[in-house]
């Protein structure tokens, strides 16, 4: 399997843009997502990116994709309160995901 | 987006007793799907790769007869926690894989199980 490691925590205040962290082992992992859990629910993707690539950007989310140092970044933009929630990195080959422990983000209005 | 249903979203149940949880993708018919199991404040670990029309397989250390999945449709799997104890209780979470993609997967909204 593949380790994939992110920080627990992350405080930030309204509107300030926020960047959840994650590192990850398994160079062959095709595909690294990032998903939102919010309390009580189950997991939404909200993006991804192939492994191939280095940046991806939508809207007010950025995908920050390092393969040397097997880290990956999501910046969120413009943090909004509905924006706090745990958010999850994964890497997956199409069968498989391997998650992160999960960020919990809190957005201070 | 595709949907991926769970049901329940939250059961109590008796120590012995076993437990079925359903996941059903509502929209599309998915060949695969996955278990989850998240203990409180921890990642989702994947328990078992449910495959239509066959056995699903397991990851190391999650005991098959213990946790028995079912797939006997292209839209529903079953888990079946059996005998539960106090120390299965934690967040379910199964996935559906939308077929002909590989990045598409979605996710139920989880079950939340407690055995008392």
């Known amino acids: 399997g593949e380790d994939v490691e992110q920080s627990l925590f992350l405080s930030v205040r309204e509107g300030d843009s926020s960047v959840i962290n994650c590192t990850y082992t398994?160079?062959?992992?095709?595909?690294l997502y990032w998903y939102k859990q919010e309390p009580g629910a189950g997991l939404q993707l909200l993006t991804y990116i192939f492994s191939n690539m280095d940046m991806k950007q939508d809207q007010r989310l950025t995908v920050l994709l390092n393969k040397k140092d097997k880290h990956l970044s999501l910046r969120i933009a413009d943090t909004q309160t509905g924006d706090s929630a745990i958010y999850f990195c994964a890497g997956g080959t199409g069968n498989q995901f391997y998650f992160g422990t999960g960020t919990s983000l809190t957005v201070i209005p | 987006g595709a949907v991926v249903s769970q049901h329940p979203s939250w059961v109590i149940c008796k120590s012995g007793t076993s437990v079925k949880i359903e996941c059903r993708s509502l929209d599309f018919q998915a060949t695969t799907m996955f278990w989850y199991r998240q203990f409180p404040k921890q990642s989702l670990m994947l328990m078992a790769t449910?495959?239509?029309?066959?056995?699903?397989?397991?990851e190391q250390g999650v005991e098959k007869d213990k946790f028995l999945i079912n797939h006997a449709s292209l839209t529903l799997s079953t888990l079946t926690v059996t005998s539960a104890h106090p120390e299965d209780s934690s967040f379910y979470i199964c996935?559906?894989?939308?077929?002909?993609?590989?990045?598409?997967?979605?996710f139920g909204q989880g079950t939340r199980l407690t055995v008392v």
């Open positions: 398994d160079s062959s992992s095709t595909y």
């Open positions: 996935s559906a894989k939308m077929p002909g993609t590989s990045t598409e997967a979605f």
């Open positions: 449910s495959n239509e029309g066959s056995k699903a397989t397991y």
